[in-house]
């Protein structure tokens, strides 16, 4: 997500939480993937999780609750100050996913829920090697994010005026990317589009790890 989209998230923060408060309540499938992805880690010895992107913190609260200690960075201000009045028990910084100020080999896994729908398919590998740098050997990552949909254009969300473009990227690229970021696939699954959330489209988790 560039410093653009942190901006128009600035803008949309208050509603955009109220909208996907308890998101997890409506979508037991997507809990049930996230919180087998903290079992995997903690299976594999791990303690620390890093949600990227994390918005609000509804993510980094599921991974908390889990038994990672965790952290969760995002570039809009304004999510990281409601996702720090929400979720206390979670440490929130406001920084870019491409730049995670961490030292290498930081967290056992990484989570990046619905964070690369702003990001172009051509730069997901340096997102990807971002993420791989901070995590440890093994370590784990998992994404979430739409998919077979065409791209969509907004300039009005959420109540604002705002200029978001939202990708729907391919499963299979976003796995290619990974692999030449240096992960392995452990395993992809698709949801189906559900109209009663509202969904635009259909929506991909996929987990890899880097060993």
Do not use: N
Request: glycine share 8%; charged share 20%; hydrophobic share 45%.
């Amino acid at each position: 997500m560039g410093g653009r989209a942190y901006e128009q998230y600035d803008v949309i923060a208050d509603e955009y939480a109220r909208t996907f408060a308890g998101e997890f309540e409506s979508r037991p499938f997507d809990r049930a993937v996230l919180r087998s992805f903290a079992d995997l880690a903690v299976r594999s010895g791990g303690t620390r999780a890093l949600d990227a992107g994390c918005g609000p913190g509804e993510a980094a609260a599921e991974l908390a609750d889990c038994g990672l200690l965790t952290e969760g960075v995002d570039g809009s201000a304004a999510m990281i100050a409601l996702a720090r009045q929400q979720w206390p028990e979670v440490r929130f910084h406001t920084a870019d996913m491409f730049d995670l100020p961490y030292e290498a080999g930081t967290f056992d896994a990484v989570c990046a829920w619905y964070s690369i729908i702003h990001t172009p398919a051509e730069a997901l590998p340096e997102l990807f090697s971002a993420f791989r740098r901070v995590l440890t050997d093994p370590g784990w990552l998992l994404l979430g994010f739409q998919t077979d949909g065409e791209t969509a254009v907004y300039d009005h969300a959420f109540g604002r005026d705002v200029a978001l473009t939202f990708l729907r990227h391919d499963v299979t690229a976003v796995c290619a990317a990974l692999e030449a970021s240096g992960f392995t696939v452990y395993a992809t699954t698709k949801r189906a589009r559900q109209a009663q959330l509202d969904e635009p489209t259909a929506q991909a988790m996929v987990i890899a790890h880097t060993s």
